[in-house]
């Protein structure tokens, strides 16, 4: 019964570069969500996503981030041209329905050097 | 504006005591109330929860407790084990159907053997 699973664990990137972030969700979850935690703060929701369809980006950044969860596959969150305001750790959740007790994955903690 | 405060950063608490966990919100379409643990690398896991119209809620060593007119909550672990060593974040949903998790910036608690 695997839960919610991301890749990379660690990723670090020069200024500039692309940083690809994956997340597969718990088996059975159609519904996955991204939240960013910056050092000594709380979890920031992203965006939310069902297959093929972004349901809300509202705390997206409008430039250098999109997010994805395609047909088949993970769900993606891409950062383009990183900057060092971007490092921080990067977490997906899933869950069955929309809300409730989602689950979270380990998190992607990336580092723009 | 932190809408979700959890206002101790950190709490020492002797094996075997209790542990008492603060929450303060002041959003009132705030409904239904979580808390997290979280462990240094790890994602969040979801320890328990409550709903608006309750104001108490057990499972096994924790309990949360729940005074709306306060906008309050509060978490509880009896007995304090050194395995309840992590970080709590309290965090909320507002309305039904609500997918957007606020979290506060969490409480390292730390159970010294």
């Known amino acids: 019964n695997a839960g919610v699973m991301q890749n990379p664990r660690h990723l670090v990137r020069r200024r500039g570069q692309e940083a690809r972030l994956r997340c597969s969700p718990m088996?059975?979850?159609?519904?996955v969500y991204w939240y960013r935690q910056l050092p000594e703060e709380g979890l920031k929701f992203m965006v939310y996503?069902?297959?093929?369809?972004?349901?809300?980006e509202s705390g997206m950044p409008k430039e250098r981030f999109s997010a994805e969860f395609p047909k088949e596959g993970p769900s993606i969150l891409r950062i383009q041209q990183v900057v060092r305001g971007d490092s921080a750790a990067y977490f997906c959740?899933?869950?069955?329905?929309?809300?409730?007790?989602?689950?979270f994955g380990q998190g992607t903690r990336l580092t723009v050097v | 504006d932190q809408q979700v405060k959890q206002n101790s950063p950190s709490l020492s608490v002797q094996e075997g005591r209790i542990s008492i966990l603060n929450c303060d919100y002041t959003?009132?379409?705030?409904?239904?109330f979580l808390w997290y643990k979280k462990y240094p690398a790890e994602g969040p896991t979801f320890l328990i929860s409550?709903?608006?119209?309750?104001d108490k809620n057990e499972d096994g060593r924790f309990t949360v407790f729940l005074n709306k007119s306060a906008k309050h909550l509060s978490l509880h672990i009896v007995p304090s084990q050194p395995g309840d060593s992590a970080v709590y974040f309290c965090?909320?949903?507002?309305?039904?159907?609500?997918?957007?998790?606020?979290f506060g910036k969490g409480t390292k608690l730390s159970v010294i053997p």
């Open positions: 959740a899933s869950s069955l329905g929309q809300g409730r007790e989602a689950f």
């Open positions: 088996k059975g979850h159609s519904h």
């Open positions: 996503l069902q297959k093929e369809n972004i349901i809300d």
């Open positions: 959003n009132s379409m705030f409904d239904y």
């Open positions: 409550i709903s608006s119209i309750k």
């Open positions: 965090a909320a949903y507002s309305g039904a159907g609500s997918y957007q998790l606020t």
